[in-house]
Antibody, heavy 119, light 113 residues
Framework: EVQLVESGGGLVQPGGSLRLSCTAS????????MHWVRQAPGRGLVWVSY????????RYTDSVKGRFTISRDNAKNTLYLQMNSLRVEDTAVYYC????????????WGQGALVTVSS | DIVMTQSPDSLAVSLGERATINCKSS????????????LSWYQQRPGQPPKLLIY???TRESGVPDRFSGSGSGTDFTLTISGLQAEDVAVYYC?????????FGQGTKLEIK
């Protein structure tokens, strides 16, 4: 079964840092690009970041550039999102998602990790 | 950036009837080299992560019931649910997979009338 499991969410003060992890199983992790997508409480989906299969190419939405870093460890089948200088508006459920190939959408999605930024 | 706009924001449809959701992109998402539209549709039921329904604008994901269909090209797309069932109550999102940032529409909430 293809599966993505996020961990590392929690409560952090504004200006603080947090690292999310996503462990993949059931597919050849090293051949897929991966994404992070977030959803603030009661709001819609927002694409956050992308990393290609070997980590040589990364992309970010403007609101997190310079603060968030996406990375991967293919030996551990794990995707990461290092989040620094967190803001209240970063509060959201963060989903780890597999990119399926050119134009083929995102699937599967993890269950999500809740990040709450509050004092 | 490509902006995705869905309409309506919400709709209520009777069981067994047809639901239609529209999605418009601010620029074409048709990839000329492949002649495929990089447009996907997702369903998000309450308390669940999103689920991929349709990719390449009209290709149904494996296991998705055939009452779900996608159409359109270029900048204008439609998700149609024929014969609405109770389990179709959800929020539906379109997304462009053409270029980063891979923006989503704002979502359309579908309810039973």
């Amino acid at each position: 079964e293809v599966q993505l499991v996020e961990s590392g969410g929690g409560l952090v003060q504004p200006g603080g840092s947090l690292r999310l992890s996503c462990t993949a199983s059931g597919f050849t992790f090293t051949t897929y690009g991966m994404h992070w997508v977030r959803q603030a409480p009661g709001r819609g989906l927002v694409w956050v970041s992308y990393i290609n299969f070997d980590g040589s190419d990364t992309r970010y939405t403007d609101s997190v550039k310079g603060r968030f870093t996406i990375s991967r460890d293919n030996a551990k089948n794990t995707l990461y999102l290092q989040m620094n200088s967190l803001r209240v508006e970063d509060t959201a459920v963060y989903y780890c998602v597999r990119g399926r190939g050119p134009g083929m959408g995102f699937d599967p999605w993890g269950q999500g990790a809740l990040v709450t930024v509050s004092s | 950036d490509i902006v995705m706009t869905q309409s309506p924001d919400s709709l209520a449809v009777s069981l067994g009837e047809r639901a239609t959701i529209n999605c418009k992109s601010s620029q074409s998402v048709l990839y000329s080299s492949s002649n495929k539209n990089h447009l996907s549709w997702y369903q998000q039921r309450p308390g669940q992560p999103p689920k991929l329904l349709i990719y390449w604008a009209s290709t149904r994901e494996s296991g998705v019931p055939d009452r779900f269909s996608g159409s359109g090209s270029g900048t204008d797309f439609t998700l149609t649910i024929s014969g609405l069932q109770a389990e179709d109550v959800a929020v539906y999102y379109c997304q462009q997979c053409y270029s980063p940032p891979y923006n989503f529409g704002q979502g359309t909430k579908l309810e039973i009338k």
